[in-house]
């Protein structure tokens, strides 16, 4: 089947049933202008943020019926997700409920229909109140990285007031209107510079009445099968006289917006297959896979579309993120959007180009691991795996190109004049030289904060990024023999052959895994998915038959899931000891993960293993984008027979959409290729 030929509508028959407390993976919608979060509700929506405007943090469209509170009822709702809509169903006593959410398409704003319909056999009253709130704040475009601005309402922003106390209005009793002044006009206190936001919610028909706690109420009297409809608007801004305006428009045609959000979304995913398309700078090769395994090249594209940003205040240019919905919401970190670039630097070449050339407008570009690219500021820490995952993204982005000529005389702006795309890979590729150990051969990558932070005992002297610079020095030296400079292509060679006989006297023969080596020459063993992985992708066929074999009985007996991985096996000695954060420790995997290990097997001629799990993984695709975490089936039950995502709530913090589960495409592309 051809990926343009998936219903994708599919999606809608994966049900997720869960009540309100319950820890689990929310999903999110977006319309490229901000996105939002549903919830185990039948109408209430979380985290709504369209930058500069963010009710992150905010909760809001809680139902009561007849006097039950939805929330603290316990009921169930089942909740099933599409790119263009979420639908939301439930029961109490007689009375079914089910919901459409949809997000405008252009507009700061989202859409809902709601209906109730009376099973019982006889009439019956219909007592109903809207719960709504919309506090949000305004900030500008500065602090925007991973965390976004946030209205405070977490214990730890007990000492704040962002956000909690807006100007609230009755807009001619059709809906609430809250708005937060401009603090720094105001003279009011401020966490932090303010700027004007607001958020109107508006109903249709006009609630009945206004309730002495806010709520919006109606009272209808139902005869036995009879429906009740009603539609909602909210929407976002900082011009309360606009906001309102645009929401009284919307909520009077919810039926063709829904309509509309369905159209448009259809068509970009069809653009994603079309050379010439008007939506992206670039295509992706419409894969015809079989049938059962294309649920996994379709999540992994669709992980690529829901971190699409085309924000007003950037003009409309495109510019991806990397996590959705509730953080990052116009941030990137390097490692994550790098190991999308195999798939991003085919569908859209002139993103790629933008988001890395902020990272050689750095005064370091080792210094930061993520950005904000509505300022193209850099934050964080250094990340000593974005020296490998940098210049696999600059080299993919060649790759793309039909490794153009053009494309390596083409200049980044930095700090001290531009810089040739050729140099900056050059230096990429040779980065690790100033960290080798002149006793191992092996370069020092520094303690766990710069790598897997999850894992406290993979540090210093790691085979993963040693190996990954055996494969970068690689594919330097291809290009310097494309370029006829035959003799420094050889000296890289014999660099590379040199640095692999060293990570190879790391590995635990019989065992399948490898050890980290200390800066006092001592070693530990490291029994990671990650590590192993790298390995494979970037140096496989210079181990021997016997460690290939070892490396996959290591995988199946300790790594390996029916759907899944676990990235640290059970029997590593930090196993637990380090948290039950899933996308790195014992619990589950990355998105990125299965992904590598797959790409590592196929390198290593094992496509009868990795067709195998890919069956499985197709499953776990059925929910949607990938996430940035996935639970290891036997801890937390599958949904839908995958592995089931993480929750976004800490200690875990692991989001419903990771942009790196795009490697999955190029995991089937390669596959597609070994099976024909």
């Known amino acids: 089947m051809r990926l343009s030929h998936y219903p994708v509508e599919n999606y809608l028959s994966t049900p997720l049933v869960h009540r309100f407390a319950d820890e689990w993976s929310r999903p999110g919608l977006t319309n490229f202008l901000g996105s939002v979060q549903c919830d185990a509700d039948p109408t209430a929506i979380r985290h709504p943020v369209f930058p500069p405007v963010s009710g992150a943090e905010e909760w809001t469209g809680f139902l009561t019926v007849n006097g039950v509170f939805l929330p603290s009822s316990g009921v169930e709702v089942d909740v099933r997700w599409s790119p263009w809509q979420v639908r939301r169903g439930a029961r109490v006593g007689d009375w079914e409920m089910g919901s459409v959410l949809a997000m405008v398409p252009g507009e700061c704003a989202l859409v809902q229909r709601v209906r109730f319909t009376n099973t019982a056999s006889v009439p019956k009253p219909l007592d109903i109140a809207f719960r709504m709130s919309g506090r949000c704040v305004n900030r500008g475009i500065k602090d925007w990285f991973w965390a976004v601005p946030t209205v405070s309402t977490q214990v730890a922003d007990l000492h704040h007031s962002s956000g909690l106390n807006p100007k609230v209005e009755i807009n001619d009793g059709r809906g609430k209107l809250f708005t937060y002044p401009d603090q720094a006009k105001s003279g009011a206190a401020s966490d932090g510079p303010h700027h004007n936001a607001c958020c109107y919610q508006v109903l249709n028909p006009t609630p009945e009445r206004w309730l002495r706690n806010g709520d919006a109420g109606y009272i209808f009297a139902c005869?036995?099968?009879?429906?009740?409809?009603?539609?909602?608007?909210?929407?976002?801004?900082?011009?309360?006289?606009?906001?309102?305006?645009?929401?009284?428009?919307?909520?009077?045609?919810?039926?063709?917006?829904?309509?509309?959000?369905?159209?448009?979304?259809?068509?970009?995913?069809?653009?994603?297959?079309?050379?010439?398309?008007?939506?992206?700078?670039?295509?992706?090769?419409?894969?015809?896979?079989?049938?059962?395994?294309?649920?996994?090249?379709?999540?992994?594209?669709?992980?690529?579309?829901?971190?699409?940003?085309?924000?007003?205040?950037?003009?409309?240019?495109?510019?991806?993120?990397?996590?959705?919905?509730?953080?990052?919401?116009?941030?990137?970190?390097?490692?994550?959007?790098?190991?999308?670039?195999?798939?991003?630097?085919?569908?859209?070449?002139?993103?790629?180009?933008?988001?890395?050339?902020?990272?050689?407008?750095?005064?370091?570009?080792?210094?930061?691991?993520?950005?904000?690219?509505?300022?193209?500021?850099?934050?964080?820490?250094?990340?000593?795996?974005?020296?490998?995952?940098?210049?696999?993204?600059?080299?993919?982005?060649?790759?793309?190109?039909?490794?153009?000529?053009?494309?390596?005389?083409?200049?980044?702006?930095?700090?001290?004049?531009?810089?040739?795309?050729?140099?900056?890979?050059?230096?990429?590729?040779?980065?690790?030289?100033?960290?080798?150990?002149?006793?191992?051969?092996?370069?020092?990558?520094?303690?766990?904060?710069?790598?897997?932070?999850?894992?406290?005992?993979?540090?210093?002297?790691?085979?993963?990024?040693?190996?990954?610079?055996?494969?970068?020095?690689?594919?330097?030296?291809?290009?310097?023999?494309?370029?006829?400079?035959?003799?420094?292509?050889?000296?890289?060679?014999?660099?590379?052959?040199?640095?692999?006989?060293?990570?190879?006297?790391?590995?635990?023969?019989?065992?399948?895994?490898?050890?980290?080596?200390?800066?006092?020459?001592?070693?530990?063993?490291?029994?990671?998915?990650?590590?192993?992985?790298?390995?494979?992708?970037?140096?496989?066929?210079?181990?021997?038959?016997?460690?290939?074999?070892?490396?996959?009985?290591?995988?199946?007996?300790?790594?390996?899931?029916?759907?899944?991985?676990?990235?640290?096996?059970?029997?590593?000695?930090?196993?637990?000891?380090?948290?039950?954060?899933?996308?790195?420790?014992?619990?589950?995997?990355?998105?990125?993960?299965?992904?590598?290990?797959?790409?590592?097997l196929l390198k290593i001629g094992r496509s009868d293993i990795v067709g195998d799990w890919l069956n499985g993984i197709a499953r776990t695709a059925m929910q949607g984008p990938f996430g940035q975490g996935h639970w290891d089936e036997s801890m937390v039950p599958p949904t839908a027979g995958g592995a089931t995502k993480v929750t976004d709530e800490l200690p875990h913090g692991t989001h419903w959409s990771d942009i790196s589960g795009a490697l999955f495409y190029e995991v089937m592309r390669q596959y597609r290729d070994v099976a024909r």
Not at 419 to 430: D, G, K, M, V
Not at 520 to 527: F, K, L, N, P
């Open 223 to 600: 005869d036995a099968g009879e429906s009740v409809v009603l539609d909602l608007a909210l929407v976002m801004g900082s011009d309360p006289q606009i906001t309102v305006a645009l929401g009284d428009s919307l909520v009077t045609g919810v039926e063709d917006l829904i309509a509309k959000a369905e159209a448009d979304w259809r068509q970009t995913w069809n653009d994603v297959f079309i050379p010439g398309n008007p939506t992206f700078s670039g295509h992706l090769e419409n894969l015809d896979l079989p049938e059962d395994l294309v649920p996994v090249a379709v999540s992994a594209v669709m992980g690529l579309l829901a971190h699409r940003r085309t924000l007003g205040v950037l003009e409309g240019v495109a510019y991806y993120n990397i996590l959705t919905p509730r953080r990052c919401e116009t941030g990137f970190y390097n490692w994550d959007f790098c190991l999308a670039s195999p798939t991003l630097a085919r569908l859209d070449p002139d993103a790629v180009w933008r988001q890395l050339a902020m990272v050689w407008q750095q005064d370091d570009w080792r210094k930061y691991n993520q950005y904000n690219f509505m300022t193209g500021e850099g934050a964080g820490w250094p990340y000593r795996a974005d020296t490998f995952n940098l210049f696999f993204a600059h080299w993919n982005l060649w790759e793309a190109s039909g490794r153009s000529p053009d494309l390596l005389a083409r200049t980044f702006d930095t700090q001290d004049g531009r810089r040739t795309f050729l140099s900056c890979l050059e230096e990429l590729a040779i980065d690790y030289r100033k960290d080798v150990d002149g006793a191992s051969g092996l370069a020092d990558f520094g303690g766990k904060e710069g790598l897997l932070e999850c894992v406290t005992t993979y540090e210093h002297q790691v085979a993963s990024l040693n190996a990954g610079a055996v494969w970068c020095l690689e594919r330097l030296a291809e290009l310097r023999d494309s370029n006829g400079h035959t003799s420094d292509a050889a000296a890289l060679r014999a660099e590379a052959t040199h640095l692999a006989a060293a990570v190879k006297e790391l590995y635990v023969e019989g065992h399948g895994f490898f050890q980290c080596r200390q800066p006092d020459g001592s070693r530990r063993d490291v029994r990671m998915a990650y590590d192993v992985a790298m390995v494979l992708y970037a140096m496989g066929e210079r181990l021997s038959l016997e460690q290939q074999q070892e490396i996959v009985d290591f995988f199946q007996r300790e790594l390996q899931t029916p759907g899944w991985l676990r990235q640290l096996s059970p029997q590593d000695g930090d196993a637990a000891v380090s948290g039950t954060r899933a996308d790195h420790q014992f619990c589950g995997a990355y998105a990125a993960w299965p992904a590598l290990f797959s790409l590592g």
